[in-house]
T-cell receptor
C-alpha cells in the first residue's frame, strides 16, 4: 500500500489567501484525522471523520478552517483567509475501526508544511 | 478533559545506554497505547503498541510496559544507537488518540 498521501508537501502563501490541503487515506481505512503540529502546541487534533462523517471538530481553531470528506478516498482541509499564525505542519492520518469499538492504529502521512507570509 | 503527560521532554544518552520515557493518562476508557517516532521532516511512525489486556510487550530493542491501575505506561529502548535519535510520542486511545507532548531523544555516538 502507498500509505497516506498528502499534497502539497510544502505550501507558501500570503496572508489572506485561501489554502487547500489534500489527503488520500489508506484504502480500507474508515477513520481520517487532521492534525496540526507546531513547536509551541505540539500535535493537535483538528477534526476527525468516521465513514466520511465529521465526528469531532472541536479542535478546529476557528471558522476560517473547514474540512470535508466527500468520499472514502479523499479529504480536504481548507483555510480561508489564511493568517501567519496558521503556519505549521499539517498531518493527515487514517485508521480502521475495531470490531469491539474504538479505532486501530493511526498511520500518518508525510505532512504539509504551510508557511503564511 | 482527556490528557496525556510525558516525561522527560528531552533526553540525551550515550550510544549503547538505555533510554526510558514515561507517560500517564487520564481517560480510564483508553484501551490502546501506541508509541510513535518522528524523525525530522517526517510524519510520526508507529514503532510499538500495547493493548490494555497486556502488561508488557517487547520488540527487539524496544519494550513497553503498562500499568492500567496507575494509568502509567513506559517505553524502554536498550542498546541505543544514533539512528534512535528522534522525537517520541506516547498516546492513549479509545476512539480518538490523545498524544503526549513528545520527548526529544538524542543518542550521542
Amino acid at each position: 500500500d502507498a500509505g497516506v498521501i498528502q499534497s502539497p508537501r510544502h505550501e507558501v502563501t500570503e496572508m489572506g489567501q485561501e489554502v487547500t490541503l489534500r489527503c488520500k487515506p489508506i484504502s480500507g481505512h474508515n477513520s481520517l484525522f487532521w492534525y496540526r503540529q507546531t513547536m509551541m502546541r505540539g500535535l493537535e487534533l483538528l477534526i476527525y471523520f468516521n465513514n466520511n462523517v465529521p465526528i469531532d471538530d472541536s479542535g478546529m481553531p476557528e471558522d476560517r478552517f473547514s474540512a470535508k470528506m466527500p468520499n472514502a478516498s479523499f479529504s480536504t482541509l481548507k483555510i480561508q483567509p489564511s493568517e501567519p499564525r496558521d503556519s505549521a505542519v499539517y498531518f493527515c492520518a487514517s485508521s480502521r475501526d475495531l470490531l469491539g469499538g474504538g479505532t486501530d492504529t493511526q498511520y500518518f502521512g508525510p505532512g504539509t508544511r504551510l508557511t503564511v507570509l | 478533559g482527556e490528557n496525556v503527560e510525558q516525561h522527560p521532554s528531552t533526553l540525551s544518552v550515550q550510544e549503547g545506554d538505555s533510554a526510558v520515557i514515561k507517560c500517564t493518562y487520564s481517560d480510564s476508557a483508553s484501551n490502546y497505547f501506541p508509541w510513535y517516532k518522528q524523525e525530522l521532516g517526517k510524519g510520526p511512525q508507529l514503532i510499538i503498541d500495547i493493548r490494555s489486556n497486556v502488561g508488557e510487550k517487547k520488540d527487539q530493542r524496544i519494550a513497553v510496559t503498562l500499568n492500567k491501575t496507575a494509568k502509567h505506561f513506559s517505553l524502554h529502548i536498550t542498546e541505543t544507537q544514533p539512528e534512535d535519535s528522534a522525537v517520541y510520542f506516547c498516546a492513549a486511545q479509545y476512539d480518538k488518540v490523545i498524544f503526549g507532548p513528545g520527548t526529544s531523544l538524542s543518542v550521542i555516538p
